[in-house]
């Protein structure tokens, strides 16, 4: 008897979810069996409408579809936000009527995060926790309860030193605030994505660093953390003088990099500008001692998408040769990147100079940040069985608002 074909070692998960029928009463599938897409095909969550019954929804509507924003790849925990434009009554001031809801792919199982929201520091708008582009999501230690999580929200005025850290623990259902002290405010920190690593949070901002902090210490204040990403004049071509790279504009800088954990380790590729005249090189570095007193960024290789164009690999997919989308790195290779052009998502190996692979996808644009390179955390075969809805610390015993 043949035995079946092993589910694929990782995924790549699209950032948009879509809401469907599912079997079973599960509140959400993720593919993972051996029927699953294989890289650089695209998986896609799908969503259970009875999910979102609870969160002042009615009719669904495409620019309602919910999205992935932030994951503990570890712990097998993804964070879901859904806009809800059918909000009755309207949002007050900004508040964009959203609604964030944890997965946990193990257990099946999903739990609403309810909705706090808290006065600027200047005391005339509301922040709103759910629509914030600061949420990051992360497993609680299991000293303070395993199973819970924590969603942690890091707030600021563009250009201050001073900010506040309000974070959401599943284990006592409340929200705690601290005020945190930014590093670097000449920065001018604007954020991407949050990643969870080493019982930390680190946000994300690709056009300079990253800042880190542990959430569950129980400090009332703190002072974040911060690693300087590489200076992009280092890896771009410096004869360009388009507007973007003379005025090293922000986000056109984030949109061709591509920062992410690959074996513990932050990778960061970065694509030189579409408007050079020479082709585009991708440039891979590594961080090493993040923590340190001294971070550093060692060079892994280059890469001119010259070689790709005329390798035979290539030009037996009839692919133009134009800049392409930097979509994403292999979750254990860094030698593996994932490019999008034309409707379509390649894969080439940086150290061979051949494409490997390419398939159309589906979705409605491809930016750096569109696709998530999942690895299934361990004890996570059955994606399909049913789960319940429900509701982290060393900071959940301390003192926490209502």
């Not at 993040?290 to 001119?304: F, I, M, Q, V």
Request: proline share 10%; with cysteine; aromatic share 8%.
């Amino acid at each position: 008897m043949a035995h079946p074909s092993p589910p694929p070692s990782w995924l790549i998960l699209s950032a948009e979810a879509r809401v469907s029928s599912v079997p079973d009463d599960a509140p959400f599938i993720l593919p993972h069996d051996a029927d699953a897409p294989l890289p650089p095909r695209i998986s896609v969550l799908t969503l259970s409408p009875r999910l979102f019954h609870g969160d002042g929804g009615q009719t669904y509507h495409d620019h309602d579809d919910p999205s992935i924003i932030a994951v503990d790849p570890s712990s097998g925990l993804l964070l879901l936000r859904r806009f809800n434009s059918n909000a009755s009554p309207p949002p007050p001031l900004f508040r964009a009527g959203a609604a964030c809801f944890a997965l946990d792919v193990r257990a099946i199982t999903a739990s609403q995060v309810p909705e706090q929201s808290h006065p600027s520091h200047d005391g005339n708008e509301y922040h709103d926790f759910h629509s914030s582009d600061h949420l990051g999501l992360i497993a609680a230690p299991r000293d303070l309860g395993g199973g819970h999580y924590t969603v942690a929200d890091l707030w600021f005025e563009s250009g201050g030193h001073e900010g506040t850290l309000t974070c959401f623990f599943s284990g006592t259902g409340k929200y705690l605030e601290k005020d945190v002290e930014i590093p670097r405010p000449d920065c001018n920190w604007s954020f991407n994505i949050v990643v969870s690593h080493r019982g930390k949070l680190w946000w994300v901002d690709k056009a300079n660093g990253l800042l880190y902090c542990d959430p569950f210490l129980a400090h009332p204040d703190m002072t974040m953390d911060y690693v300087l990403l590489p200076n992009p004049k280092d890896d771009d071509d410096r004869s360009c003088s388009c507007h973007g790279c003379s005025r090293r504009d922000k986000d056109e800088i984030a949109s061709r990099r591509r920062v992410q954990l690959i074996n513990a380790k932050f990778r960061c590729a970065h694509i030189t500008c579409p408007n050079a005249a020479a082709a585009p090189t991708v440039t891979m570095r590594t961080l090493s001692h993040p923590e340190s007193t001294n971070p550093r960024w060692g060079l892994d290789y280059k890469l001119c998408l010259a070689d790709i164009w005329d390798s035979n690999s290539y030009k037996a997919r009839e692919l133009p040769r134009h800049h392409p989308v930097l979509a994403l790195i292999h979750p254990t290779n860094p030698d593996i990147l994932y490019f999008g052009l034309d409707g379509r998502l390649f894969s080439v190996d940086a150290r061979r100079k051949e494409l490997l692979d390419c398939q159309p996808h589906q979705l409605s644009s491809l930016r750096s940040d569109s696709l998530i390179a999942w690895v299934p955390p361990p004890q996570s075969a059955g994606f399909h069985k049913k789960g319940s809805t429900g509701n982290g610390s060393r900071e959940e015993s301390a003192t926490a608002p209502a």
